[in-house]
């Protein structure tokens, strides 16, 4: 996915239209998608309507297993103190460069370090595991010169084809299935991808909002209620596809048996029927019920571990005394489905 300047803004929530050059129903309310989302006839898609599983349910419940036997392998406790030390780590090894990309030189190496600590790889299979999670995920490389029209930015481009990704999911499985790693494949994913994702919107969106920082650090007792107004603010799945195994009428929308139906994750997390003044960040917020993880039989299988994870770190990295680098401006990659900054430029406040 190409790197891009603008961040990704929510169309606004409206009554449920029907596309007819995609055969297609497009839910964007809050209730709306709340109501597919505990739709059981309503099966996870591709963006073209292809159901990725025959039964979601089954599906659904092998993926919840595996990430609840990693997380059960080590408690809680031990999650939470892992996250802690591998970014007080990072963060020391940062305090005295005044200007860098937070993505890069922090949430990265963050959660590349923890999958191979919680995997309990060996010295070989740990250096295979960075080299998989850079390939499928972090991987960029500096293109001639800075940004025409971010100067302060170098412009960047993905390295590896996509044959090269292919290799490196191969590779990935032929370590799990040798069980040299006490780590499931989800699990990979979820500590690759999905938690250095969220946590760089989410620590965006705080830079851009220093009131919401001052309340927080002056208020630790918020983190509660802050996690949920990152995941509903700052969340980085955008739209989620679903196919219709039966007819189901979702309000206004007559759902038929094979059309493909479009959620729109981030309208709804922003609709102002449920959510007052929703394009604001209030980390006092009361919880609202955002969508950001799913719900029902498609709620996210890794939802304590994306929770945690926030809760754990955040109070962390507000203690660092970072603030966004003017000079320069973040860079988003993603689609309309998932979207999150792959470069966050910071300067350090103090020492």
């Not at 460069?97 to 010295?123: C, N, R, Y």
């Not at 412009?155 to 040299?180: D, M, V, Y």
């Not at 630790?220 to 007819?247: C, N, W, Y």
Request: with cysteine.
């Amino acid at each position: 996915m190409p790197p891009m300047e603008q961040p990704f803004r929510p169309a606004p929530a409206e009554a449920p239209i029907f596309d007819t050059s995609r055969n297609a129903w497009i839910l964007s309310r809050y209730s709306d998608v709340c109501t597919a989302l505990r739709e059981h006839s309503l099966l996870q898609a591709t963006p073209q309507g292809k159901p990725t599983s025959p039964d979601a349910g089954a599906a659904h419940a092998r993926l919840y297993a595996e990430v609840q036997a990693d997380m059960s392998r080590l408690n809680a406790t031990t999650w939470r103190a892992e996250m802690e030390s591998v970014l007080h780590s990072l963060l020391g090894k940062v305090d005295r460069i005044h200007s860098f990309d937070l993505v890069k030189e922090v949430l990265q190496p963050w959660s590349a370090t923890l999958m191979v600590v919680l995997s309990e790889a060996g010295s070989v299979e740990a250096g295979q595991l960075r080299r998989i999670a850079e390939q499928l995920f972090f991987k960029k490389t500096h293109t001639a010169g800075p940004s025409k029209t971010n100067p302060g930015l170098s412009s960047f481009s993905r390295k590896f084809t996509p044959q090269s990704s292919k290799k490196a999911e191969a590779t990935l499985n032929a370590l799990l299935e040798s069980r040299k790693l006490t780590l499931s494949k989800p699990m990979f994913s979820g500590l690759t991808q999905t938690l250095p994702s969220f946590l760089a919107n989410a620590w965006l969106a705080l830079l851009q909002n220093p009131d919401q920082v001052a309340r927080l650090i002056e208020n630790p007792a918020l983190m509660p209620s802050a996690t949920e107004e990152l995941l509903r603010h700052a969340g980085i799945v955008q739209t989620i596809f679903r196919h219709a195994s039966k007819d189901v009428n979702i309000s206004d929308a007559s759902i038929k048996q094979g059309q493909l139906v479009i959620l729109k994750i981030a309208s709804a997390n922003h609709d102002s029927a449920r959510f007052d003044k929703p394009e604001c960040l209030d980390v006092s917020r009361r919880f609202g019920g955002h969508v950001s993880l799913g719900n029902g039989v498609h709620a996210c299988v890794g939802s304590v571990l994306v929770r945690m994870a926030c809760m754990a770190t955040t109070p962390i990295f507000l203690s660092a005394g970072l603030a966004l680098d003017r000079k320069s401006a973040p860079a988003w990659t993603g689609n309309t489905t998932l979207r999150w900054p792959f470069v966050v430029p910071v300067v350090l406040q103090r020492k």
